[in-house]
Nanobody, 125 residues
């Protein structure tokens, strides 16, 4: 079982930036896929961004259409950490952001067993 702890959320004005972090413990996750999902009140949890090992010495990142060009997911294996740099934030980005990890990168939450407690991002207009 992987323990995941998110941080970095907060209140920001539209157009601003935040950087989320997710620290993994319990096992090394360098070969695991790691992803960010978000969930707004009354809505289902949705995929935001994810990374998987490419096999060629690098990670490949994937993004939801709604965040492409604004968000960047990255990893630091030495720190067992996943990041999400969020720029040009919009009020629609307001949600709880959750980190997850698993053997495969999937864009549906049902495919993952390990989740963090979440960090709240609120974007004011």
């Amino acid at each position: 079982q992987v323990l995941l702890v998110e941080s970095g959320g907060g209140l920001v004005q539209a157009g601003g930036s935040l950087r989320l972090s997710c620290v993994a413990s319990g096992r090394t996750v360098s070969s695991y896929a790691m992803a960010w999902f978000r969930q707004a009140p009354g809505k289902e949890r949705e995929f935001v961004a994810g990374t998987r090992w490419s096999g060629g010495g690098t990670y490949v990142a994937y993004y939801a259409d709604s965040v492409k060009g604004r968000f960047t997911a990255s990893r630091d294996n030495a720190k067992n950490t996943l990041y999400l740099q969020m720029n040009s934030l919009k009020p629609d980005d307001t949600a709880g952001y959750y980190c997850t990890a698993g053997p495969r990168l999937l864009t549906t939450p049902e495919g993952f067993d390990s989740w963090g407690q979440g960090t709240q991002v609120t974007v004011s207009s």
